[in-house]
């Protein structure tokens, strides 16, 4: 049996980041037999109830660095791990991991990385030097791959997709009965995905009630956390504004399943968060992406498109007639946007193939 480990930002309540895993257990087990998987991560009870893996504190550096000698396959990834922006105690983590991998000798695969910034030239030296020791680099932009060419990695750095790209939605009645059975009309649902941190501002604030009240009459309005730790204040804020006004917030954790229902159901989503568009390009809802970090532009020039503004020029004008705009596309700009979507699936699945050249199950 071969075993594979699987590092990131798991077990932190981050919808986009436990939808990154639910794809790469679900593509690995689909694609491959006989494979025992572990996860590193924060919260062990849960993920090994939801995703049937074995887990790994990721806190228990004795049982860390002994799942590593004992696995065949570290894979790092995905998402935005090595960067130094947040903190770098976290670049430090997730290089330690790649690390232990290279001095015992096993096979290292990144996949799907949306790599940087790093910025201190200690941390792009230590960077350089562990990336170099890898035996395959998949990062899921050609910014990213651009960066780490920068940074001299000396290996061959293929551009992916996000793994969350190839997730499917099982439930496509969750989302249909609770939004019909919330509002009960025939109007256009449009979900909100944004963060607190960008609406802490009386003016802020204001601008995206401004947004509301001038949209509400024509669309049923939902608002949905991606991050539950950092979404809920200016959900909550919005729910005592309108709370006696017929709007959905959604303040309870959905699996990803549901989730994906939920904007299946939708007619448009106006997305701050990068997994609330990749979650809304999965099911074929149209999207509004306004960035808040370059990710967000990326993903959305893959798609062919533009970020709307950025969430420090937020605009309830703006983002009313753009969003007026996407609720009546034509046919022929809907399949292009859908065809985009499965040319990022088919990128992806080379990386999810790769495994078999590494470890070989045959």
Same mark, same amino acid.
């Given at each position: 049996?071969?075993?594979?480990?699987?590092?990131? &930002?798991?077990?932190?309540? *981050?919808?986009?980041?436990?939808?990154?895993?639910?794809?790469?257990?679900?593509?690995?087990?689909?694609?491959?037999?006989?494979? #025992?998987?572990?996860?590193?991560?924060?919260?062990?009870?849960?993920?090994?109830?939801? &995703?049937?893996?074995?887990?790994? *504190?990721?806190?228990?550096?004795?049982?860390?660095?002994?799942?590593?000698?004992?696995?065949?396959?570290?894979?790092?990834?995905?998402?935005?791990?090595?960067?130094?922006?947040?903190?770098?105690?976290?670049?430090?983590?997730?290089?330690?991991?790649?690390?232990?991998?290279?001095?015992?000798?096993?096979?290292?695969?990144?996949?799907?990385?949306?790599?940087?910034?790093?910025?201190?030239?200690?941390?792009?030296?230590?960077?350089?030097?562990?990336?170099?020791?890898?035996?395959?680099?998949?990062?899921?932009?050609?910014?990213?791959?651009?960066?780490?060419?920068?940074?001299?990695?000396?290996?061959?750095?293929?551009?992916?997709?996000?793994?969350?790209?190839?997730?499917?939605?099982?439930?496509?009645?969750?989302?249909?009965?609770?939004?019909?059975?919330?509002?009960?009309?025939?109007?256009?649902?449009?979900?909100?995905?944004? +963060?607190?941190?960008?609406?802490?501002?009386?003016?802020?604030?204001?601008?995206?009630?401004?947004?509301?009240?001038?949209?509400?009459?024509?669309?049923?309005?939902?608002?949905?956390?991606?991050?539950?730790?950092?979404?809920?204040?200016?959900?909550?804020?919005?729910?005592?504004? &309108?709370?006696?006004?017929?709007?959905?917030?959604?303040? #309870?954790? &959905?699996?990803?399943?549901?989730?994906?229902?939920?904007?299946?159901?939708?007619?448009?989503?106006?997305?701050?968060?990068?997994?609330?568009?990749?979650?809304?390009?999965v099911v074929k809802t149209p999207i509004i992406g306004i960035s808040y970090d370059p990710k967000i532009d990326y993903f959305l020039h893959e798609l062919e498109m533009n970020a709307l503004f950025d969430i420090k020029d937020f605009?309830?004008?703006?983002?009313?007639?753009?969003?007026?705009? +996407?609720?009546?596309?034509?046919?022929?700009?809907?399949?292009?946007? #859908?065809?985009?979507?499965?040319?990022?699936?088919?990128?992806?699945?080379?990386?999810i193939k790769k495994i078999n050249e590494l470890i070989n199950f045959h």
């Amino acid at each position: 049996m071969k075993k594979i480990l699987i590092s990131g &930002y798991y077990g932190f309540e *981050n919808q986009g980041d436990e939808a990154i895993l639910k794809s790469l257990v679900s593509d690995i087990r689909n694609m491959y037999e006989n494979v #025992e998987i572990t996860v590193l991560t924060a919260n062990a009870e849960q993920t090994k109830s939801e &995703y049937n893996v074995k887990v790994v *504190n990721r806190n228990r550096y004795i049982s860390t660095l002994k799942t590593v000698y004992n696995t065949d396959l570290v894979i790092s990834g995905g998402g935005s791990l090595l960067q130094d922006v947040t903190s770098p105690r976290s670049l430090y983590y997730y290089l330690a991991i790649i690390f232990l991998g290279v001095v015992f000798n096993k096979k290292i695969m990144l996949l799907s990385h949306g790599f940087g910034p790093v910025n201190n030239v200690v941390n792009r030296f230590l960077t350089k030097n562990i990336l170099s020791r890898v035996d395959y680099i998949s990062v899921r932009e050609n910014h990213s791959k651009s960066d780490l060419i920068k940074l001299n990695v000396k290996k061959e750095i293929v551009v992916t997709a996000d793994p969350v790209i190839d997730l499917v939605c099982d439930d496509l009645d969750f989302g249909k009965n609770l939004i019909a059975n919330y509002f009960n009309n025939e109007l256009p649902c449009v979900g909100i995905s944004i +963060r607190s941190v960008d609406f802490q501002s009386k003016e802020k604030i204001n601008e995206l009630k401004r947004f509301v009240d001038v949209v509400k009459q024509e669309v049923n309005i939902v608002f949905l956390p991606f991050h539950m730790q950092q979404d809920m204040k200016i959900i909550e804020i919005m729910r005592e504004i &309108y709370k006696d006004e017929h709007i959905l917030f959604l303040c #309870e954790k &959905y699996s990803v399943d549901k989730m994906l229902s939920l904007i299946n159901a939708m007619n448009l989503l106006i997305g701050v968060r990068l997994h609330s568009l990749i979650f809304a390009a999965v099911v074929k809802t149209p999207i509004i992406g306004i960035s808040y970090d370059p990710k967000i532009d990326y993903f959305l020039h893959e798609l062919e498109m533009n970020a709307l503004f950025d969430i420090k020029d937020f605009n309830a004008d703006v983002l009313k007639k753009e969003m007026q705009n +996407r609720l009546n596309c034509s046919n022929g700009e809907i399949k292009h946007f #859908e065809s985009k979507i499965n040319d990022l699936k088919g990128k992806y699945l080379v990386s999810i193939k790769k495994i078999n050249e590494l470890i070989n199950f045959h």
